[in-house]
Structure formats: C-alpha cells, structure tokens
C-alpha cells in the first residue's frame, strides 16, 4: 500500500517480464488513475509495488519518453484545470483592488483577503509538493534511467516547473492582464507595509510563500541568481522599500527633531533585520540594510547634522546618547564619518573662537593703577580689582580645559574612543588655540602656571597638584609656538624664583620634568640652569657670611646681605628691565655708602673664587628689611613713646630712604634731587616714590602737591607722624596693575623671538645640509619645518631668508645649472 511504502520491501519483478509485450494505454490508464487518486488525496487503498512495476514495465519496453510526455501533461492538466480554478476562487474584489490602489480599501480588509489568497497558495504549493513526492516514488526508475541518459529534468522537478508556468505565471483574469506572481508579490510587500505601520501580520504564512519563490526559478536554466525570491520579489522589495524610506525621511526630517529621527533609524534598522529572520530570508537582510541606510543616513546625514537640533544642540545641551545615536548611523555608511567630524570641528573652532574673544574684551577693559601689597590691614583688599587682564588670561585657560573636559567626555562615552575623532577634536584645539586673531595663548598657559604656582596648588593634595599640572601639559600640547612659550615661562619663572613667590620648588622642578617628558631635553635645558644658579646662590650667601664673621669681631651695625647670581645667558632678565636707557643700557645706581661698602665686599669674595667674571648688579630685582624710627608721640596716660617698625621695601626703596636719614626735618628733596643723587632709572624712582608718598597705608614719605602722579617738581619730605598699624609693614612697589604684556611689549617679544627662531633655523639649515650635501630649495625648506615642527612652525619666507644670509656668509652656494633651485654645502 502507498501508505506503507516506507515500512515495506520492494521485491524486483519476475524475469517473465521481460519477455512480454506490454499494453501501454491500458498501463498509462492504471498509472494515470492511480495519479488521479493521489491528487485528490485517496490514495489509501493503491498499491505502491504495483504502480512501481507498471512504471518499471514501461521504461524497460523503450516507452520513458511517452511515459514522460503523459505525465507531464497530466500535471499540466491537472495544475491547469483544478487548480488554477482554486486559486482564481481567491482573488476577491478586495485582493484586486488593494493591488490597484490601496486607498480604496482599509488596512484590515487588504490584510484579510491577503491572508485567505497566501494561504490558499500555500496549500496548494504545498499540496503540490506532496503529490509530486509520491507520484516521484513512483516513477523512480524513469529518473533514473530515462531522464538520465536523455538529460531531462526529472519529473519532479518538471512539475515544480510546470507550476510556476501554470499558476503564477497565469493571469489572474481574462480581463486583468497580471500575472498570479505579480499579485502575491503585491499581497507580500503589502503586508510588509501593515506591519511597518504598526499592524500584526501573519509571518510565518508569508515565510512559507516566500521559500516557495525561492525555491523556483525564472527559467528552466536554474541560474542561482534566477530565483524567483531574488528576480521577482525582492528586487520590488527593495525598491518599494526605497521609496517608502526616502519619504519617511522627508516627512521625519520635517516634523520630528534630530534625537528622534536617530532613534526611529535605529528601530527602522533593527526591523529589517528582524524581518529577513523571521519572514523573508537572510540573504536579502544585507541588501536592505543598505536601502534603509542610505535612504534614512546616508543620502540625509548632512541635513541632519545641521538641523536646528542637530549636532550642534546636542553638543552644547550634553545631549550624549543622541551623539552616540548620531555616531553609530554616521560609522555604518562612512568609515571616516566625515559629516560628524566636520560639524564637531566647526563647534569647537566656534565655542573656542568666543573664548578668544571673551578674552580680548576682558583684556582690553582699563585697569586702574593699584599696589601690589600693603600692611595686612583691614579693609577691601586690592587684590580684587587687581590684573584684569591677568584675571581674563586665567578665566581664557579654564574655558579652555572646561571646554577640553566637555569634548573628552563626548568622545569617551559618545563616540567609543574613536581615534580618528581624537584626532579631528585635537586638531580643532589646536587650530583656535594658535587662531592669527589671538597671539596671546602662549603667554595666558604661561600665567596660568604661574597664578598657580604661586597661589592656586596651596592646601591642595599631591594628586590634586598633579592635576593641575598635567592641565598644563594638555593645552602645552596645542601650543605651535612652543619657543614663545619657553619664552614667557622662564619671565615668569625669573619672577618667582627671584621674588620668592613660589609656594613649593618641588612642584616647580615637577614641572619641568612634565615638560621634559613632553617636549625634550633641549627645552627645559635653561630652565634646570635657573634653579642651579638658586641653589649655587644659596651656597654663595653663606659662604659669604661666614667668610665676613671670620674677619673678626660682628659690627653690630654691619648690613646682612643675600644675593642671587644669575647666569646672563640663562635668565630672561631684559623682561625685568623697564629703565633703559636709548641704547638699551641700564644706568648705575648709586647706592648709599654703607651698601656700597658690602658690594665691594662681595665683589671681592667673589672674585677671589671666580676668576675672569664679571658682575652687575640689578637693584630692581631686589628687596631690603630696614628698621624705620619715627619721633615719640604722646600716649594715652601722658608719656612719650617711639614708634618703630620693620619695613620691607625694594632696593630702590631702601636707597630713596636712606637719602632722608641725614636730612633735616624741616627740609625736602625735589624728584630731580632724589634721581641726581640715586641714579635710579625714572620710571623706577617714579614707582617706588608712588608707593612710599602715595599709597595711603604706606606713607613713609609726604609729597607735596599730593597728587597720584609724580612730576619732577615734586618736593619730598619725611613723614614723622606716619602712623602704621603693625610693626611689621610691607611696601609694595605699585604696577599698573596689569601681568599680561601690553601690546608694545608684546611686539618687542614677538621681535626677540623672532630672531631667536632665526638662529634656530640656520642652525637646523647647517645641520640638514651638513648631512646631505647638496640638496634642492624645496626639499631643504620641507627638512627645515619637520626639524623645528616640534618648536614653532616657522614661514617659508622666513627660512628662505634664513639661507640667503647663509650663502652670504659662504655656508652654502648655489648649484649652477641644476634643474631646480638647489644648494651645496661648503665645509
């Protein structure tokens, strides 16, 4: 029996057979009717050994080829006849019409009819595959051996064939020119399009039609790109699917905002996926995630990024998940991400840009004139009006590390710690840190050090120093004009060292090692010098004073001295010079007697240990305690009392009041007389007189007319009845109240810089040319700005000078007759 066939053994036929003729239409009858009954699924009580053998009779008799033929034209008839009429039994008005134009029928109603059509279609394909299985059991031997030696298909693959041609290749109507392929391809992309509104349909249905397709082809060849899945539904697939994603993205660039649009790609994205799992194939899930990422990323990323709640408003509201959002759509269809990159390197050119300009205007607000420091009275301190300008140089250093924080934490939690981003977000820094239109970033990291140094690391921890340090070394990093940094940080590392202003050397000389670390040996080279000479200092200064105490017997009245000697070559000590004169030399001062005794004295020790050098002493880098003695005043219960008091003054102050101690009281000294006597340079004599006569807690002098300002008509007098409020009192020399170099002093830096670079650059020159000999002009520039990269970025025009004055000097010479400009070394 058929439905034993597994379970039985078939036996091979008698050898009687083969000698019989054979009756082949009364055979085909038994085979057809047997085949009749499979179809209509009564194939209970047929005989599978039987049926077997009347196929086998027939091939054996040299009648495959007609036995073939019948079969095929059977399925033909029967796919033809009762089947086509099942499946046309479908084709309801709603079916039809939603394949027309969807707006005729609800969403519901296309869903239902589409349902019933698939099913049906299922159950016929499948019912098909079936009867085609039996009926292929059946005629095995055919296969095997007809179908083999003439090279047909076989039968079963010849039914597959025959239904595509007689059921989806058929038209749904004799009015209706389409074809049942068309249409189910239809109720397929339209059910896709419920779901992708929101609807529930039928997956696994729509799996079952859709491996139906696949596993047909569009022509007999077979080619594995003919598949009917491939040729016919998905290529529609993917374009409806184009279009309906072009329109969404018309429709959500216009109504949503930048965050939503990113998450509703997302989902879009993960929903294709979803559906090549579970209800078409996974073949086509590449292909239509590229549809949906070029139609909804891709082809729409720059109006996205720009959008009013695009890149830019997530950045300056924190928005950091719809950065990542922006960043994983912007890395699936551009490696580089060009679209982000670009519009986060505007952002922080602009954000730096309008730091930069905060700056300026800060810095271009007046300072009034104020004192350093003063006796530790109550009252407003000046400190809070001090250095506007110093103030902005800070406040232009923390915007900038707040706006480094702020981009670091985007990229590490945004953008995965994307190395081509760092790099993008560090060459932005870098482009509005060194911008033409702000030339002071050098000096203002400068100050930064320096404000901290002398005030900002105090009470703090090791590691919160450590900090505040490596903040330092990350906005260095940017720095281009790394000599013009070196620059200004020995002038304010001279101040502190000299000033003794610097809360702990130790963080110092931490310092220079970061800064070694990160830019050379070469760099911190004089910096290491300076803090020798303190400490060679410090050993000169008690040797000296036990070298005095072995003179003999300690002159109570005898001036202690510290000194500080200073390599001229190390120490930036022409920024501390404000008195030169036109030639740029500073006038001798002329000190009292007494100091001008232990000069000599020094002068003299000093010689006797350092031969053949030469010393020059600069009162205006230094201080003096001097004890004051002011006439007795009545007291509250009737007595006379001096009053006394330590003061701590400039050099320059000292001198100024050593002039009043042989000074009658009644009598006064002109500016002029005060200069002609010290010898101290005008805009120094002006300062100091300022601080002594017009400051109003450290009026150790009158001036008469009393004014602000100092003229040289100005009369001087000791104030006997100077009244302080602590013994000790600090007198501070006034400063216009303004660290940050005016532009004038900033010019004559740049114009020393400048020619510093020059010898850098004939120096790299000599050096690159020394090695090769003989090189072209434009090779040689190319060598020279990788060499001092590292420095500053110097200009061609600069470097071309450069080697002009060397072959001048007959360092190089042009090579006659060379193609292009090139030079020679001449040792």
């Known amino acids: 029996m058929i439905a034993g066939r597994g379970r039985q053994r078939i036996r091979p036929p008698r050898r009687g057979l083969h000698g019989e003729e054979i009756d082949f239409e009364n055979t085909w009858a038994v085979i057809e009717s047997a085949f009749r009954e499979i179809h209509t699924k009564n194939a209970s009580r047929l005989s599978y050994e039987e049926l077997y053998r009347h196929a086998y009779r027939v091939v054996l008799k040299k009648k495959g080829e007609e036995l073939y033929k019948r ?54 394909w499948g019912d098909h595959q079936i009867c085609m299985s039996m009926l292929a059991d059946v005629l095995m031997y055919m296969d095997r051996v007809y179908c083999q030696d003439h090279h047909r298909p076989s039968i079963y693959t010849t039914a597959m064939i025959l239904f595509r041609d007689d059921i989806l290749n058929s038209p749904t109507s004799d009015v209706d020119g389409r074809e049942v392929l068309e249409l189910l391809n239809h109720v397929i992309l339209d059910q896709i399009q419920m779901e992708r509104d929101g609807d529930v349909i039928d997956k696994h249905l729509i799996k079952s ?16 790109d003919q598949r009917l899945y491939n040729a016919s539904f998905e290529a529609a697939y993917l374009d409806t699917s184009r279009e309906f994603y072009r329109l969404e993205a018309d429709l959500m660039l216009r109504d949503s905002d930048a965050g939503a649009y990113c998450r509703h790609t997302r989902r879009r994205i993960y929903e294709e996926e979803e559906r090549c799992r579970s209800t078409l194939l996974d073949v086509t899930q590449p292909k239509i995630q590229k549809v949906v990422e070029d139609e909804l990323i891709k082809n729409r990323i720059h109006e996205l990024v720009e959008m009013e709640s695009g890149v830019r408003f997530m950045i300056d509201n924190d928005r950091l998940d719809e950065l990542n959002l922006i960043y994983d759509l912007n ?16 952002r922080i050119v602009e954000m730096g840009t309008d730091i930069n ?18 006796d530790k009275g109550k009252g407003p301190l000046p400190e809070k009006s001090l250095n506007q300008q110093t103030v902005a140089a800070i406040k232009w250093v923390e915007d900038v590390l707040a706006l480094k924080d702020k981009y670091d934490t985007i990229w590490d939690k945004s953008f995965k710690q994307d190395q081509p981003l760092q790099t993008a977000l560090t060459r932005s820094f870098a482009d509005f840190i060194n911008s033409p239109t702000f030339p002071r970033s050098s000096e203002y990291i400068s100050l930064f050090i320096d404000e901290n140094m002398k005030k900002g ?36 590392l001279c101040r502190r060292l000299l000033m003794n202003k610097s809360i702990s050397n130790d963080v110092e000389k931490q310092m220079i090692s970061k800064m070694k670390i990160e830019l050379g040996n070469n760099f911190t080279l004089k ?9 060679i200092s410090e050993e000169l200064t008690s040797g000296f004073k036990k070298h005095v105490e072995g003179l003999g017997e300690k002159d109570p009245k005898r001036i202690e001295l510290a000194i500080n000697v200073l390599t001229s070559m190390t120490w930036p000590l022409e920024t501390m010079d404000n008195g030169d004169d036109a030639e740029g030399h500073r006038p001798r001062c002329i000190y009292p007697p007494a100091i001008d005794r232990i000069k000599r004295g020094f002068e003299k020790y000093y010689n006797e240990k350092h031969s053949g050098r030469q010393l020059t002493w600069l009162g205006n880098m230094g201080s003096a305690d001097i004890k004051a003695v002011f006439p007795r005043v009545p007291q509250k219960d009737g ?12 050099t320059y102050g000292m001198i100024i009041l050593l002039l009043f101690n042989e000074l009658p009281a009644d009598q006064h000294l002109t500016f002029e007389e005060i200069q002609a006597q010290t010898n101290i340079p005008r805009t120094d004599l002006i300062r100091n007189l300022q601080s002594l006569a017009v400051a109003p807690k450290t009026r150790i002098l009158i001036k008469e007319p009393m004014s602000k300002d100092v003229k040289p008509s100005d009369r001087f007098t000791f104030n006997e009845g100077f009244q302080g409020k602590f013994v000790k009192i600090k007198v501070g020399v006034v400063s216009s109240g303004n660290k940050v170099e005016s532009d004038r002093e900033r010019r004559e830096t740049e114009k020393k810089n400048d020619d510093s670079r020059g010898f850098c650059i004939e120096a790299a020159v000599v050096r690159i040319m020394k090695q090769r000999k003989e090189l072209s002009h434009q090779q040689l520039v190319i060598e020279t700005l990788n060499q001092l990269v590292g420095q500053f970025k110097p200009e061609v025009g600069m470097i071309k000078k450069r080697i002009e004055s060397l072959i001048e000097r007959e360092y190089l010479e042009r090579i006659e007759g060379a193609r292009t400009d090139s030079y020679r070394y001449l040792a």
């Open 209 to 224: 039609c859709v491996h139906m397709l696949d596993s047909l082809h569009q022509d007999d060849i077979e080619a594995e």
């Open 331 to 346: 890395s699936r269809v551009d490696d580089k991400k060009a679209e982000l990159m670009r519009a986060i390197q505007k």
């Open 357 to 374: 300009n905060a700056a300026i205007a800060a810095s271009q607000a007046p300072a009034p004139a104020v004192v350093e420091a003063s």
């Open 527 to 535: 910096l290491e010098s300076m803090f020798k000479d303190m400490t």
């Open 457 to 492: 690391i105090k009470g703090k921890t090791e590691m919160e120093v450590d900090a505040v340090l490596e903040k330092a070394i990350i906005l260095l990093r940017y720095v281009q004009d790394k000599d013009l940094f070196e620059r200004y940080y020995k002038k304010h």
């Open 71 to 124: 079969v095929r034209d059977f399925e033909h008839g029967w796919l033809s006849n009762e089947v086509r009429g099942s499946i046309q039994a479908l084709f309801s008005p709603n079916l039809l019409a939603s394949s027309q134009a969807v707006g005729g029928t609800t969403a519901n109603e296309r869903r239902v009819a589409g349902e019933k059509f698939l099913k049906g279609l299922k159950q016929a």
């Open 639 to 650: 007595s006379f009392k001096e009053r006394r008091h330590d003061l701590n003054v400039s």
